[in-house]
């Protein structure tokens, strides 16, 4: 199942209940083995850390010890009108320790994103989980990684072909630790 939701923190907060309605549904057991067992992930960004709706239902989440869900966030510190710190400057990772959180730094490529993701969430640990992915927007772009153009505009013709010429071959690199991920401890 999927859903999308217009406004920022909407869809975050949904994934929420739906962890919720998840933990609360009957569970199908055939000969002692757990049949249904659904984990919920949210992708979300900078724009759904920022709205008073994600820290409430985060809050749930980590009282809750929804330890099925797990949110990924992509930290790339850009939003349409610019750099995040031009009004946001919290320790988003710091605030979902507070939640009793799972907090995960990792870094590129994405395979190994999704990787460190699935191994890394424990069933019935007690914890909700929260992967930050230090991420670059419009990565390999030479006139727009990392700034809001690449969050709000096209890139072109002229500057896609700059990006492939940039990328092809390459590897993709790390952007937090040289491709070590940071385990932040919680509780």
Known sequence: METTTGPLGQGVAT????AIAEKCSPRV?????????????ALCGDGCMMEGISSEAA???GHLKLDNL???????HITIEGKTDIAFTEDVAGRFLAYGWNVVRVGMPTT????RTRSGIR???GQTHDRIVDSHI?????HRQDTSAAHGEPLGEDEIK???QATVGRPTPSSCSHGVYEHLQSG
């Open 123 to 125: 069933r019935d640990d």
């Open 59 to 61: 809050s749930v989440a």
């Open 112 to 115: 190994w994103i999704v990787s």
């Open 138 to 142: 419009g990565y390999g772009s030479p």
């Open 70 to 76: 797990c949110w990924i966030y992509d930290n790339n």
């Open 29 to 41: 057991i055939t000969n002692r083995i757990l049949i249904v067992r659904i984990p919920i992930y």
């Open 15 to 18: 994934s929420v209940g739906m």
């Open 162 to 164: 700059l990006v492939k």
